[in-house]
Antibody, heavy 124, light 107 residues
Framework: EVQLVESGGGLVQPGGSLRLSCVVS????????MDWVRQAPGKGLEWVGR??????????EYAASVKGRFTISRDDSKNSLYLQMNSLKTDDTAVYYC???????????????WGQGTLVTVSS | DIQMTQSPSSLSASVGDRVTITCRAS??????LNWYQQKSGKPPNLLIY???SLQTGVPSRFSGSGSGTDFTLTISSLQPEDFATYYC?????????FGGGTKVEIK
């Protein structure tokens, strides 16, 4: 059974830092691209960024709203994905989801498994 | 960035109704269009990928169509468990973007 479990959320002051983790099981983690998606309270979904798989040199890409402040990394030996968030702003308050990018022969890109999410609240 | 516009933003329907949600992209995304269902307090769940391919385990009353910039999600006969918010998403180019969501409520 595929599982993704996030942790590390909490309350942080503006300007502060937080590191989220996503531990996965039930599939070969190193084969998959992994993404972070967030959802502000009562709002829609926003893509945050992604890390490629080992075959693609763990390349990372980010949304403009977080570029330069957030860093995505992974440790395939620990089946873990990370999101380091620095210089946090009140607008970063959201539930953060890790999501697995599917591997389809057609090359289609979609998120076929999601974690339950972890809430990050940025407030003084 | 590619903008995704969903309509309507909300709708009220009865069990057994046929429901249609539309999604328009600001430029052609060929067939890189996915649909997700999200229930309150839960993560999104993939329903349809590549415009019309049903994800494993998703009931056949869900279907998708379209190409280029205009897409549709149809629920042929609304069931009680289908009351949720639905999002389209383009995966043609980064940054991946989502529509604003359509909340399907009980009439």
């Amino acid at each position: 059974e595929v599982q993704l479990v996030e942790s590390g959320g909490g309350l942080v002051q503006p300007g502060g830092s937080l590191r989220l983790s996503c531990v996965v099981s039930g599939f070969t983690f190193s084969d998959h691209y992994m993404d972070w998606v967030r959802q502000a309270p009562g709002k829609g979904l926003e893509w945050v960024g992604r890390t490629a798989n080992k075959a693609n040199n763990y390349n990372t890409e980010y949304a403009a709203s977080v570029k330069g402040r957030f860093t995505i990394s992974r440790d395939d030996s620990k089946n873990s994905l990370y999101l380091q968030m620095n210089s946090l702003k009140t607008d970063d308050t959201a539930v953060y989801y890790c999501a697995r990018r599917s591997k389809r022969s057609s090359g289609q890109r979609d998120f076929d498994y999601w974690g339950q999410g972890t809430l990050v609240t940025v407030s003084s | 960035d590619i903008q995704m516009t969903q309509s309507p933003s909300s709708l009220s329907a009865s069990v057994g109704d046929r429901v249609t949600i539309t999604c328009r992209a600001s430029q052609s995304i060929t067939n890189y269009l996915n649909w997700y269902q999200q229930k309150s307090g839960k993560p999104p769940n993939l329903l349809i990928y590549a415009v019309s391919s049903l994800q494993t385990g998703v009931p056949s009353r869900f279907s998708g169509s379209g190409s280029g910039t205009d897409f549709t999600l149809t629920i042929s006969s609304l069931q009680p468990e289908d009351f949720a918010t639905y999002y389209c998403q383009q995966s043609s180019s980064l940054p991946f973007t989502f529509g604003g969501g359509t909340k399907v409520e009980i009439k």
